[in-house]
């Protein structure tokens, strides 16, 4: 048996190896490897936050996580408010309007879930948040962020002292985890909502130039269920999302993808005029007449990148009278047609949409059958698909029922649902088809474009393609591209979307949810996502995939775009103010535990 005086010589060796650790950590923070957290030398003293937040208004937040009121011993413990919390916990609206809050637990580092016997800090979650509601706030937030030496800056500027990691928080709506990180200062525009009117066209700022058609300006923190209703008073409405918390100023620099873009192009393509808050800590307007390159950048190139977007103007359409199917065919999973059947109906997605046909199916691998309450197994497709400008079920029947025959006809053993609904305007429609997907777990996500000769060319290609990429049990093949986003004219010329967005015709996406306060699981999750996407990415090689949902990059995401775009980034963005990962430029940086180091 070890004696006791040893394992107490052993006990304050570890306890000495810890604090030392700790103490290397800081000081190692705040140099000019690594930017600043709590304790570091060059953290800014409480009068300089003091007078940040008098600058400001009074807007300088100092939050705890919304998980914190289910803590004994946390100053914000609520034995009454822990329930509420908890029973929300799975949706979007109380972590979109909380300042620090993510929609999936991975990203916080499962810092501070509303469990009582998991463990609790703010360790994951920004230390400060300014509350921004007007361009100015967000200025100071930048002027007050990272270092930059004067050479970097304007004459008339001082250089900035402090070596704070900035980050930039909309409604938290991120696959990718951009919007939260440790020991950093955020800027929180969740609260900048506006919408103005242009009933009898748009003059870009500065431009000689007259755009017909009814556009709006919609502050950065318009969420899409906002920016729906608002041009439903006018019978209009957008390109947009179909989560109800998606944010504009995300969804326009990611590209954005919609049910309604094989119709009439995507989000960016839509886009007149954009402010910003540029890494030199100016305000300033982006269009086809001046700072182009940002235009252009900042059209599908990401966010929390170039600049912090504070409003966007975009064009409005007519709002079309839908109709819809809700359709779903299954079989058991052990039929060995199953897959034939599903690859034959995704096969014939290009000539649905070329046919004016757009949606949100969703293959489903081997899961539990709701019918039986789960004793058996089933696989097939769920899903969503509209027809625009009709409200006769037989415009949308036309095109899919022959696809439903033919499998009925082919492969035995499926069973079939339809339903037709149908709404005098896109806004009805969307009140009752948002996404009502839950959050509040831990999770990721990969994705992948697929085109025409994916789907049709070799059927036993896309067979092994869609059987692998759906193997964790379920994969989108959402209809959102095709014959608008090919044929869109973006306004001053191209955007930065991935290239392959023209050829697209179907957005495929799987995610793995996983166990929080689990490394191995996270890990494994990690591996399986990149697994499933190898299977289309063999599949289309010449693919891309979606901004927000991929666990690849810089080819991945943006193509031969991407040169362009870190030009753009080293020159607006010399000393890397604005840093996330995977973001355009993040190749010097890393993050190092609750450091963000230069490599």
């Given at each position: 048996?070890?004696?006791?005086w040893?394992?107490?010589?052993?006990?304050?060796?570890?306890?000495?190896?810890?604090?030392s650790?700790?103490?290397?950590?800081?000081?190692?923070?705040?140099?000019?490897?690594c930017?600043?957290?709590?304790?570091?030398?060059?953290?800014?003293?409480?009068?300089?936050?003091?007078?940040?937040?008098e600058?400001?208004?009074?807007r300088?937040?100092?939050?705890?996580?919304?998980?914190?009121?289910?803590?004994p011993?946390?100053?914000?413990?609520?034995?009454?408010?822990?329930?509420?919390?908890?029973?929300a916990?799975?949706?979007?609206?109380?972590?979109?309007?909380?300042?620090?809050?993510?929609?999936?637990n991975?990203?916080?580092?499962?810092t501070?879930?509303?469990?009582?016997r998991?463990?609790?800090s703010?360790?994951?979650?920004p230390?400060?948040?300014?509350?921004?509601?007007?361009?100015?706030?967000?200025?100071?937030?930048?002027?007050?962020?990272?270092?930059?030496?004067?050479?970097r800056?304007?004459?008339?500027?001082?250089?900035?002292?402090?070596?704070i990691r900035?980050i930039v928080?909309?409604s938290?709506?991120?696959?990718?985890?951009r919007?939260?990180?440790?020991?950093s200062?955020?800027?929180?525009v969740?609260?900048?909502?506006?919408?103005?009117?242009?009933?009898?066209g748009?003059?870009?700022?500065?431009?000689?130039?007259?755009?017909?058609?009814?556009?709006?300006?919609?502050?950065?923190?318009?969420?899409?269920?906002e920016?729906?209703?608002?041009?439903?008073?006018?019978?209009?409405?957008?390109v947009?999302?179909?989560?109800?918390?998606v944010?504009?100023?995300?969804?326009?620099?990611?590209?954005?993808?919609?049910?309604?873009a094989p119709?009439y192009?995507?989000?960016?393509?839509q886009?007149?005029?954009?402010?910003?808050?540029?890494?030199?800590g100016?305000?300033?307007i982006?269009?086809?007449?001046?700072?182009?390159d940002?235009?252009?950048?900042?059209?599908?190139?990401?966010?929390?990148?170039?600049?912090?977007?504070t409003?966007?103007?975009?064009?409005?359409?007519?709002?079309?009278?839908?109709?819809t199917?809700?359709?779903a065919?299954?079989t058991?999973?052990?039929?060995p047609?199953?897959?034939?059947a599903?690859?034959?109906?995704?096969?014939?997605?290009?000539?649905?949409?070329?046919?004016?046909?757009?949606?949100?199916?969703?293959?489903f691998?081997?899961?539990?059958?709701?019918?039986?309450?789960?004793?058996?197994?089933?696989t097939?497709?769920?899903?969503?698909?509209?027809?625009l400008?009709t409200?006769?079920?037989?415009?949308?029947?036309?095109?899919?029922?022959p696809?439903?025959?033919?499998?009925?006809a082919?492969?035995p053993?499926f069973a079939?649902?339809?339903?037709?609904?149908?709404?005098?305007?896109?806004?009805?429609?969307?009140e009752?088809?948002?996404?009502?997907s839950?959050v509040?777990?831990?999770?990721?996500m990969?994705s992948?474009?697929?085109?025409r000769?994916?789907?049709t060319a070799?059927?036993n290609?896309?067979?092994r393609?869609?059987?692998?990429?759906?193997?964790?049990?379920?994969?989108?093949?959402?209809?959102?591209?095709?014959?608008?986003?090919?044929?869109?004219?973006?306004?001053?010329?191209?955007?930065?979307?991935?290239?392959?967005?023209r050829?697209?015709?179907v957005?495929?996406?799987?995610t793995?949810n996983?166990?929080?306060?689990?490394?191995?699981?996270?890990?494994a999750?990690?591996?399986?996502?990149?697994?499933?996407?190898a299977?289309?990415?063999?599949?289309?090689?010449?693919?891309?995939a979606?901004v927000?949902?991929?666990?690849?990059?810089?080819?991945?995401?943006?193509?031969d775009?991407?040169?362009?775009l870190?030009?753009?980034?080293?020159?607006?963005?010399?000393?890397?103010?604005?840093?996330?990962?995977?973001?355009?430029?993040?190749e010097?940086?890393?993050?190092?535990?609750?450091?963000?180091?230069?490599?």
């Amino acid at each position: 048996m070890t004696p006791t005086w040893f394992r107490t010589l052993l006990l304050l060796s570890a306890c000495q190896a810890i604090e030392s650790a700790h103490l290397g950590r800081v000081r190692q923070a705040g140099t000019t490897t690594c930017k600043a957290v709590p304790g570091s030398e060059d953290w800014p003293a409480p009068g300089t936050w003091k007078a940040l937040n008098e600058s400001i208004g009074g807007r300088l937040l100092q939050p705890t996580p919304l998980g914190a009121v289910c803590h004994p011993g946390h100053a914000s413990y609520s034995p009454g408010q822990c329930p509420v919390v908890q029973a929300a916990w799975f949706t979007e609206p109380l972590h979109s309007d909380d300042p620090v809050s993510a929609y999936w637990n991975n990203w916080s580092r499962d810092t501070c879930l509303p469990d009582p016997r998991a463990p609790c800090s703010s360790d994951g979650y920004p230390v400060y948040v300014v509350n921004a509601t007007t361009a100015e706030h967000v200025k100071a937030g930048v002027d007050f962020g990272p270092l930059m030496p004067p050479s970097r800056l304007d004459v008339s500027k001082q250089a900035r002292k402090n070596n704070i990691r900035l980050i930039v928080k909309n409604s938290g709506h991120d696959y990718l985890g951009r919007s939260s990180a440790p020991n950093s200062l955020s800027i929180w525009v969740h609260h900048m909502k506006s919408i103005k009117t242009h009933p009898d066209g748009f003059s870009p700022t500065n431009c000689n130039v007259a755009i017909d058609g009814l556009a709006i300006t919609a502050a950065a923190g318009t969420q899409m269920l906002e920016a729906y209703r608002a041009t439903a008073l006018l019978n209009r409405t957008v390109v947009g999302g179909n989560g109800r918390t998606v944010a504009l100023g995300g969804f326009m620099t990611g590209g954005g993808h919609s049910i309604l873009a094989p119709h009439y192009g995507m989000a960016a393509d839509q886009v007149l005029e954009m402010e910003l808050v540029t890494p030199g800590g100016d305000i300033v307007i982006a269009n086809e007449c001046q700072n182009t390159d940002l235009f252009w950048a900042m059209r599908g190139g990401g966010g929390s990148t170039f600049g912090v977007l504070t409003s966007v103007t975009i064009k409005t359409i007519p709002s079309p009278q839908v109709t819809t199917l809700d359709f779903a065919f299954s079989t058991a999973a052990e039929n060995p047609h199953a897959f034939d059947a599903i690859t034959y109906f995704v096969s014939k997605f290009p000539d649905l949409a070329d046919a004016g046909v757009s949606g949100y199916p969703i293959i489903f691998n081997t899961v539990p059958n709701t019918s039986d309450g789960g004793r058996t197994l089933v696989t097939g497709v769920v899903g969503k698909v509209i027809k625009l400008h009709t409200r006769k079920a037989s415009e949308i029947l036309q095109h899919l029922d022959p696809l439903l025959a033919h499998i009925n006809a082919t492969w035995p053993g499926f069973a079939f649902f339809t339903n037709i609904t149908t709404h005098a305007s896109f806004g009805l429609w969307y009140e009752d088809n948002f996404d009502p997907s839950p959050v509040g777990f831990s999770s990721v996500m990969s994705s992948r474009l697929l085109d025409r000769d994916a789907l049709t060319a070799d059927l036993n290609a896309t067979k092994r393609g869609l059987e692998r990429f759906s193997a964790g049990g379920q994969a989108t093949v959402y209809i959102v591209s095709g014959k608008g986003v090919r044929d869109a004219r973006p306004q001053g010329g191209g955007t930065a979307v991935h290239p392959s967005w023209r050829r697209a015709y179907v957005h495929a996406t799987a995610t793995v949810n996983f166990a929080s306060l689990d490394a191995a699981a996270r890990d494994a999750a990690i591996a399986q996502t990149k697994g499933f996407a190898a299977g289309l990415r063999d599949l289309a090689p010449d693919m891309g995939a979606y901004v927000n949902e991929a666990s690849n990059w810089q080819q991945t995401f943006w193509g031969d775009n991407y040169a362009r775009l870190l030009q753009i980034k080293r020159r607006v963005d010399p000393e890397d103010v604005f840093w996330c990962t995977p973001c355009v430029g993040s190749e010097r940086w890393r993050e190092v535990d609750d450091l963000l180091c230069r490599i």
